[in-house]
């Protein structure tokens, strides 16, 4: 641990690296949870941070497109930025348009968190007051970031609550397994474990379908290039600026709290591969399509759009108006858990 750096406002955030025998390394700041870099070999040996981010506190503090945050109480989307539960109808913080995006203004991607290490890793906790954002019941967070021997990135997430809420946790990080700066992701090659995936509206909403893969540009069921479908003229894509939707994941055989496999990414120069397995029921891809050339990454180098994708396991977005999405409630007495592995390797001895 070392310090990162005073806030505008003048709190410390600090500065955490994990490493293991095998040489990779993964750091993260307690402002926001924000995994800052990820350094991991390609096929011979060679590192290169694969985690799009910035150099300076500064820079995150300036605004940015949720890079490695932890995000909440409510990632992803909620329809007119408000929900009913038990009768009474809460308004949360509209952005994005006439929705609730990400928790908030002040979510929990820049949220100062409490840090302690554990073994192989570091907890992370906050605690929500009532009302913060709009969402009802104190709620208090854990996220535990670990790194094993064998190059895989676990992060358990757990919350508790005094008052029914409603609650979806992820991490935000965008990858680009040539490297950070290094272009677009449009080579790289994407499987999705979903036979469905949740079609949205202009705005970015569910329509409350959900609707079969086949056929369409969303059938990652076997291995892709992601650039002919994030160039093609499907009207969910046009109207999204490429992907950026939830997939439903295959999870037959599976109990609940089981980890199960979600997608897959490989990288042919590199030879770079990263599995994501996780307890969740979806996975929301994004292909870096608004990112412009006014961010300038840890490599001095601009990003442009599509050079990073995000893979955010998750519940459905707008869940809490849609009732026959897997629900995302939690209440006093219950304990919310969740896991996802983002596990590292190479074509080749990885």
Excluded at 117 to 131: A, F, H, R, T
Excluded at 260 to 282: D, K, N, Q
Aim: include cysteine.
């Amino acid at each position: 641990m070392e310090p990162y750096g005073m806030t505008a406002d003048g709190k410390p955030v600090e500065l955490y690296m994990l490493s293991n025998a095998a040489g990779m390394e993964v750091k993260l700041i307690t402002y926001g949870g924000i995994l800052t870099a990820i350094h991991a070999p390609d096929r011979q040996g060679r590192f290169a941070n694969i985690a799009l981010g910035f150099d300076s506190l500064t820079k995150y503090e300036a605004g940015h497109p949720y890079f490695g945050a932890i995000t909440g109480r409510y990632a992803n989307r909620i329809a007119g930025g408000k929900f009913t539960l038990d009768g009474v109808e809460y308004d949360l913080f509209k952005q994005d348009g006439e929705c609730a995006l990400h928790g908030g203004e002040v979510g929990f991607d820049k949220r100062i968190w409490q840090a302690r290490e554990i073994e192989g890793g570091v907890e992370l906790g906050y605690s929500s007051p009532d009302g913060e954002e709009g969402y009802p019941g104190r709620l208090d967070v854990s996220v535990r970031y670990s790194l094993s021997e064998d190059n895989a990135l676990r992060i358990d997430y757990a919350a508790e609550t005094d008052a029914p809420t409603v609650l979806n946790l992820t991490n935000h990080s965008y990858f680009n397994l040539m490297g950070e700066g290094e272009g677009a992701i449009y080579d790289h090659i994407l499987t999705v474990n979903a036979n469905y995936y949740t079609p949205t509206d202009a705005r970015q909403i569910p329509t409350g379908e959900i609707a079969p893969v086949e056929g369409t540009p969303f059938d990652f069921r076997r291995p892709k290039a992601i650039g002919p479908g994030q160039r093609s003229a499907d009207p969910q894509i046009l109207m999204a600026k490429g992907y950026d939707h939830n997939f439903v994941l295959n999870r037959v055989g599976l109990a609940e709290g089981d980890l199960g496999l979600a997608a897959c990414v490989y990288e042919p120069r590199s030879g770079r591969i990263m599995e994501v397995w996780t307890t969740e029921p979806g996975i929301q891809f994004y292909a870096g399509n608004v990112l412009d050339t006014t961010l300038v990454g840890a490599s001095g180098r601009l990003y442009r759009q599509s050079d990073g994708l995000a893979l955010e396991t998750q519940h459905f977005p707008d869940s809490p108006n849609q009732p026959h999405f897997p629900s995302t409630v939690l209440r006093p007495g219950e304990r919310f858990e969740s896991t996802t592995i983002y596990r590292f390797s190479t074509d080749v001895g990885g």
